[in-house]
């Protein structure tokens, strides 16, 4: 019979390394304490293999970035500096990472993480620099670090390098106990800086992202960018809350958010997942919503669409939410003096709801002669606009308001309504029955949609992408630059007249509940669909770049006219 302790210690060596190799978080995640509020990182190799495979090299994009002039010239020399001298490894990923207190201070930190390749170069480095000469290294228990303020520091140790900046803004506070305000005591910034730097250098692997399944699993698909946050962070808001939920923490507590970033040929893509918590998980497993209605987008009066924004969602998941939180008496109790309860309120709805905005340009007003001599003024509105919202309950909705129209927010003409003074001196144009709530931006804009002779121009692969999916946002980017390019001849013309020429459009979407994740995605389309994405900004980057300089050169010569340099500078600065 075979020994039962060595089986046992057999299973727990292949147990390891299962987990091991299902692990796929970033050697650097045992750094970053798990209740990091939210996590980007770049991986630099990524973006330079990118680049170098069309024909830039990182000199090449350092010269566009760089004019030829003397500031230039030395602002070019200290950046090879620190690439090839400082001895940090740019072919690792590099994490900025940001913390918020969780106790009645308003303390943040955030940090900035990179490899190091070669821990004694980068000291080396850091003392020949002129900022660093009077500042001590200081050595702590496996890693150096240097004070450079009572808000910064840098910190290091053989494999990573962390640059922070701590903020403590003292403000007061009340207490539910005492019922005062409480005005906390000046803190000490590099004391508590100090501390919680070395939490990062000494925690357990257990207290660090590295033991949070969600961020490993982030980065199985290999992309150019990560992002991770939690809701975790709001837990600190919410024990400070006078009024305590029962169920609230709960519903909160432990949900994660997990995306990417991918530069593409012909597109930028980024996905995003979110992982719910048991509790909320139950709650969006039980009020699955419908998808879109594309319908109600379809006869929109415009070929020049700029933006469009759909949802469809259960409205019984307010009721759901407000049962398991136990709160459902408490809410139609301090709704009682309305008239209606909360199921009221939320069943008004069908749950699909359409945005669309079109024809955005420069508003502007036109002075014309018409054929007797008499001058008129054309006013050339922002643009057109449709809100439709499908009515649910026509009960419900016609209850809820009536008693809209006695506070006056509306009026009410048989069964129409229609928008009350303060929408309608806003310019907006509302038309509600028992079947739909439209909102406008004009009366004529309305009888357009509604007559449903028109047809909306909206390219069909972009519609293929809106099926099936629970909200989705739109913007056609090249057309809205468009409207507002003619009448623009500030400093950044050039920027934009590239932009116009670079993007295409926008598409944001959002999955319904799968029964463990939420799945979103985020794609920006672009002009040069056979070209990367990243090889393709690097263009609109340079044209920024280089207008942003003459617009910094252009201010300066400005400021040199009205006060030459004789002047003193209080008098140039005031």
Not at 316 to 343: C, H, P
Not at 351 to 358: K, N, Q, T, W, Y
Request: positive net charge; charged residues 25%.
């Amino acid at each position: 019979m075979q020994n039962p302790f060595r089986f046992f210690l057999g299973f727990l060596l292949l147990t390891g390394l299962l987990t091991s190799c299902n692990n796929q978080a970033p050697k650097e995640a045992k750094y970053i304490p798990k209740d990091a509020s939210a996590v980007l990182v770049i991986d630099p190799k990524n973006l330079h293999d990118k680049l170098e495979k069309s024909g830039i090299n990182m000199d090449t994009l350092i010269n566009r970035l760089f004019q030829r002039n003397a500031v230039d010239t030395s602002d070019r020399k200290h950046f090879y500096e620190i690439k090839d001298g400082a001895g940090i490894n740019w072919e690792g990923k590099m994490f900025f990472f940001g913390l918020q207190s969780t106790d009645q201070t308003n303390a943040s930190v955030i940090n900035l993480m990179a490899g190091l390749s070669d821990a004694t170069k980068f000291e080396t480095f850091l003392k020949k620099q002129s900022f660093f000469v009077n500042k001590a290294v200081q050595k702590e228990k496996g890693y150096s670090y240097i004070i450079l303020n009572n808000n910064s520091m840098i910190s290091w140790n053989e494999s990573i390098i962390v640059g922070s900046s701590y903020q403590n803004k003292i403000k007061p506070f009340y207490d539910t106990v005492t019922m005062k305000f409480i005005v906390p005591e000046k803190a000490n910034n590099e004391k508590e800086m100090k501390a919680e730097v070395n939490k990062y250098f000494t925690q357990k692997e257990s207290e660090s992202l590295a033991s949070i399944d969600a961020f490993g699993k982030m980065f199985q698909s290999k992309s150019d960018g990560y992002a991770f946050s939690s809701t975790n962070r709001y837990l600190s808001i919410l024990g400070s809350m006078a009024l305590q939920l029962p169920k609230l923490e709960e519903l909160v507590k432990d949900n994660y958010i997990a995306s990417t970033l991918s530069f593409e040929d012909g597109k930028i893509v980024a996905t995003a997942t979110t992982y719910t918590n048991p509790f909320l998980s139950s709650i969006l497993k039980r009020y699955a919503g419908p998808t879109v209605n594309l319908s109600l987008i379809e006869n929109y009066p415009s070929e020049n669409i700029n933006m469009i924004m759909m949802a469809s969602f259960n409205p019984e998941i307010f009721g759901g939410v407000l049962k398991q939180l136990e709160v459902e008496g408490l809410v139609n109790n301090f709704m009682e003096k309305t008239g209606f309860t909360s199921k009221e309120l939320y069943k008004t709805l069908k749950g699909d709801i359409a945005v669309v905005v079109s024809d955005l340009q420069m508003p502007s007003k036109d002075l014309k002669v018409k054929n007797d001599s008499t001058l008129t003024i054309e006013r050339k509105p922002l643009g057109k606009m449709i809100f439709n919202a499908p009515i649910g309950d026509p009960v419900a909705f016609t209850k809820i308001m009536n008693k809209a129209v006695e506070l006056g927010y509306f009026s009410k003409n048989g069964s129409i309504y229609s928008a009350g003074k303060l929408m309608s001196f806003m310019g907006m144009y509302m038309h509600a029955d028992d079947k739909n709530l439209i909102i406008a931006s004009d009366s004529l804009t309305y009888v357009q949609y509604i007559s449903n002779k028109n047809k909306a121009v909206i390219s069909n692969d972009a519609l293929n992408m809106f099926k099936g999916k629970s909200a989705i946002a739109y913007i056609d980017i090249a057309n809205t630059i468009k409207g507002f390019l003619n009448n623009q001849n500030g400093d950044y013309k050039n920027s934009l007249v590239t932009a116009k020429e670079t993007f295409k459009d926008l598409i944001i979407s959002s999955d319904n509940f799968d029964g463990n994740s939420l799945k979103g995605k985020f794609e920006i389309r672009l002009n040069n669909e056979k070209q990367n994405s990243l090889v393709t900004l690097t263009s609109l980057f340079t044209d920024i770049a280089v207008d942003m300089r003459m617009a910094s050169k252009k201010e300066a010569e400005s400021e040199e006219k009205i006060f030459p340099t004789g002047i003193p500078g209080i008098i140039r600065t005031n």
